[in-house]
């Protein structure tokens, strides 16, 4: 599912860069399609896989596809779309011109990285394409920092940003309320945020407390809103 989703956002979704309508070029589509089909391939079936995990990957994908550039693995490549090929993300970096602001806190400075840079483009494919997204990493790894610069980014005009910060104390009512709050009324059973589209940030996600039963309410009533597109209001009676 990760897979055809991230596809999708590529081919015919807000995904940035992947030019698959080419009238003037109709030989370069299945080389354009077979190689956006292979990134798709590496951030969903690899996305999650840790260093280790990511040299096996590589050399399972090397045996199976004879396509990509020989100095670093699969995961450290992005296609440019001008000239249809693989490029390191490395040179995202070298033509980026990095200085921070005079006032910014210190503790909302992020340095762009290799990681970064990858992170927050396929972040960018999935906010566009109204797509969830999971981003895991040790504490300390800068997901906040990057996920707020991301949501920064957006146009204000167009998106309304609902930030929301899990604790042990957070309720399934406590979530269900501070998402509705962003939130007016269109319909009885229908509430939208006000002509705009929103993108809500969990953070946190796992602080929740557990309930007598081992699951944890908050998560189940996302996971619900997620699956069904909706929930009980419990306004009524």
Same mark, same amino acid.
């Given at each position: 599912m990760a897979f055809t989703k991230l596809m999708d956002a590529f081919m015919i979704g807000d995904g940035k860069g992947a030019d698959f309508n080419q009238p003037n070029k109709p030989d370069s589509y299945l080389s354009t399609l077979e190689k956006w089909f292979l990134f798709c391939m590496i951030w969903s079936f690899g996305g999650t896989l840790d260093e280790t995990g990511r040299k096996t990957f590589d050399s399972v994908m090397r045996d199976i596809e004879s396509i990509f550039p020989g100095n670093y693995t699969v995961f450290d490549y992005y296609i440019n779309p001008d000239k249809n090929e693989w490029q390191g993300w490395e040179d995202k970096l070298n033509n980026l011109v990095w200085k921070p602001a005079a006032t910014a806190p210190y503790h909302s400075l992020l340095v762009p990285t290799v990681d970064s840079a990858r992170t927050k483009y396929i972040l960018q494919v999935c906010v566009n394409s109204k797509l969830h997204s999971l981003s895991v990493g040790v504490t300390g790894t800068g997901k906040t920092v990057l996920i707020n610069q991301i949501l920064g980014e957006l146009d204000e005009s167009n998106w309304k940003i609902n930030n929301i910060i899990f604790?042990? #104390?957070?309720?399934?009512?406590?979530? #269900? /309320?501070?998402? /509705?709050?962003?939130?007016? &009324? &269109?319909?009885?059973?229908?509430?939208?945020?006000?002509?705009?589209?929103?993108?809500?940030?969990?953070?946190?996600?796992?602080?929740?407390?557990?309930?007598?039963?081992?699951?944890?309410?908050?998560?189940e009533l996302l996971r619900q809103w997620m699956d069904y597109g909706g929930w009980f209001d419990r306004t009524q009676n």
């Amino acid at each position: 599912m990760a897979f055809t989703k991230l596809m999708d956002a590529f081919m015919i979704g807000d995904g940035k860069g992947a030019d698959f309508n080419q009238p003037n070029k109709p030989d370069s589509y299945l080389s354009t399609l077979e190689k956006w089909f292979l990134f798709c391939m590496i951030w969903s079936f690899g996305g999650t896989l840790d260093e280790t995990g990511r040299k096996t990957f590589d050399s399972v994908m090397r045996d199976i596809e004879s396509i990509f550039p020989g100095n670093y693995t699969v995961f450290d490549y992005y296609i440019n779309p001008d000239k249809n090929e693989w490029q390191g993300w490395e040179d995202k970096l070298n033509n980026l011109v990095w200085k921070p602001a005079a006032t910014a806190p210190y503790h909302s400075l992020l340095v762009p990285t290799v990681d970064s840079a990858r992170t927050k483009y396929i972040l960018q494919v999935c906010v566009n394409s109204k797509l969830h997204s999971l981003s895991v990493g040790v504490t300390g790894t800068g997901k906040t920092v990057l996920i707020n610069q991301i949501l920064g980014e957006l146009d204000e005009s167009n998106w309304k940003i609902n930030n929301i910060i899990f604790s042990s #104390q957070t309720s399934a009512v406590k979530t #269900q /309320e501070m998402i /509705e709050g962003k939130m007016v &009324r &269109r319909t009885k059973t229908k509430m939208v945020p006000d002509g705009k589209k929103m993108v809500i940030f969990v953070d946190d996600l796992n602080m929740p407390k557990k309930d007598t039963y081992g699951s944890q309410p908050p998560l189940e009533l996302l996971r619900q809103w997620m699956d069904y597109g909706g929930w009980f209001d419990r306004t009524q009676n």
